[in-house]
């Protein structure tokens, strides 16, 4: 069996003043993890579903910067289901989860932060291959 941590929900700290809210990640105090890359997406088509893959080895923080859109994370044999809605709280996703995010708000921009740059050979995208190698 492949050994992988929990997925953990992570309050980002926030300044809050007359002017507005700054959010700060500041990696080396909040995640377990160096961050090597950052993407995001946004301009979601209606209905669309993304993901449906699982990663070897790539360790992420996901967060709705804007909008709302829902993170299905499984092990293989049980989901945990997060609702994205609130810039100040992110998911931490340790390696080996298949992730599928859907319900995208027209207005929702979904920000990764990655360990690792982009690498398609750690990507798992068939879910029969995913069980498997859980099981391994
Ligand atoms: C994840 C979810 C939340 C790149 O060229 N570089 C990159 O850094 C990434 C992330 C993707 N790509 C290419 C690969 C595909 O041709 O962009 C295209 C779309 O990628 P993908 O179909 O993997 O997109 P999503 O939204 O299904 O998944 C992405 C990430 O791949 C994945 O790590 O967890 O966002």
């Known amino acids: 069996m492949i050994e992988t941590s929990t997925p953990t929900v992570i309050q980002l700290p926030h300044i809050f003043d007359s002017l507005g809210s700054l959010g700060i990640i500041q990696g080396a105090e909040l995640l377990p993890f160096q961050v090597n890359r950052v993407y995001f997406i946004h301009s979601v088509s209606e209905g669309a579903v993304r993901g449906s893959h699982a990663h070897k080895k790539l360790q992420q923080l996901i967060f709705a910067a804007s909008g709302s859109f829902d993170l299905i994370l499984n092990d293989g044999e049980k989901s945990l289901e997060f609702q994205l809605h609130d810039p100040t709280i992110a998911v931490q996703v340790p390696r080996g989860y298949w ?30 291959e995913f069980l498997r190698w859980r099981k391994s």
């Open 99 to 128: 992730r599928t995010l859907h319900n995208f708000s027209a207005d929702a921009v979904c920000m990764v932060l990655a360990s690792t740059a982009y690498d398609e050979s750690d990507y798992i995208r068939d879910y029969d």
